[in-house]
């Protein structure tokens, strides 16, 4: 690999390779740096010869990092953080915050936590815009290229290298139904749980949570006639059918009397639900998110 002389390397070139990396768009990083769009293609050249590697990849009508990219984009961001922080002795002050926000969320957290979290950015930092975005399988690569700011996870919840997290708050979950269900007044145990029909909400659709799991364990299989995605979906039809849910207590007790729903003891084993915001390692010492999970744990304490 050849050797790059550091004495020689314009750090002028710094802001728009964070920006084309961010973006993998020639014209919107040029935007963001106050380039025009010939002088951005210029600068990429530079950049690439610099590095010696392509950076940005097309691919049909878009771009692509390298894997050289990839491996870059956190580390410069880190680094133009602190170099940052080296000039900026103002005090931080989020009344004066202007950004969007990112979130991956179910509506379970759209429904409890973000009409406080609105309430209070509304007071103290009213610059700042909220945009919530479903979960998907690439949350992670999408915080690391700048795309996603944070998400919402359970303390147990495997994390990637480059992933950290802080505490939110603590929930459990009830087994949920309609009042005047068949069921709503029995001693439900095991073997009469896995016997109900049930609607399940699965973020990403697929595999066996931990409530098949548990009933594998006791040689038990439940029938799930409806699954979904949404925890508000689950709530709705099972206030109008003898489907049954397993879900966030404090999700189903929030809509219990408007619902018409019974919120029992579930006869699983409980697992603790100990939830948490998830972030990118690499913007740890970013004032502006140590502030927003500070904002985040206060708002969920309140709650």
Not at 107 to 134: C, Y
Not at 145 to 168: C, E, I, Q, Y
Request: zero cysteines; proline letters at 6%.
């Amino acid at each position: 690999m050849r050797q790059v002389n550091l004495n020689g390397i314009d750090l002028n070139l710094l802001p728009p390779l964070e920006a084309l990396l961010r973006m993998r768009n020639v014209t919107e990083a040029a935007e963001a740096t106050g380039l025009s769009q010939p002088a951005m293609s210029r600068t990429l050249a530079r950049l690439r010869d610099l590095l010696d590697d392509p950076l940005l990849v097309r691919i049909g009508r878009g771009y692509v990092l390298t894997p050289k990219a990839t491996a870059l984009q956190p580390e410069l961001h880190t680094a133009m953080q602190r170099v940052s922080g080296l000039f900026d002795f103002s005090a931080f002050d989020p009344s004066q915050e202007k950004r969007l926000v990112r979130f991956a969320s179910a509506d379970v957290h759209t429904i409890l936590f973000f009409p406080a979290l609105m309430r209070r950015l509304a007071k103290e930092a009213p610059g700042i815009e909220i945009a919530v975005e479903p979960y998907s399988r690439d949350i992670f690569t999408r915080m690391n290229d700048g795309t996603l700011d944070f998400a919402f996870a359970l303390v147990d919840t495997p994390l990637p290298r480059g992933a950290a997290s802080d505490p939110l708050g603590h929930d459990e979950m009830a087994l949920v139904m309609r009042k005047g269900h068949p069921a709503a007044k029995a001693n439900i145990t095991l073997q009469h749980y896995a016997k109900l029909e049930h609607t399940n909400v699965r973020i990403f659709g697929d595999g066996l949570s931990e409530i098949d799991r548990q009933l594998a364990a006791a040689g038990l299989k439940r029938e799930v006639k409806l699954m979904t995605p949404h925890f508000m979906a689950a709530l709705a039809v099972v206030s109008q059918t003898d489907l049954v849910t397993t879900i966030s207590r404090r999700f189903a007790e929030h809509f219990a009397k408007q619902l018409g729903l019974v919120v029992l003891k579930s006869p699983l084993a409980q697992v603790a639900m100990n939830e948490t915001v998830v972030y990118p390692q690499v913007r740890k010492d970013d004032r502006f998110l140590r502030w927003m999970v500070s904002v985040m744990q206060e708002v969920s304490a309140a709650l």
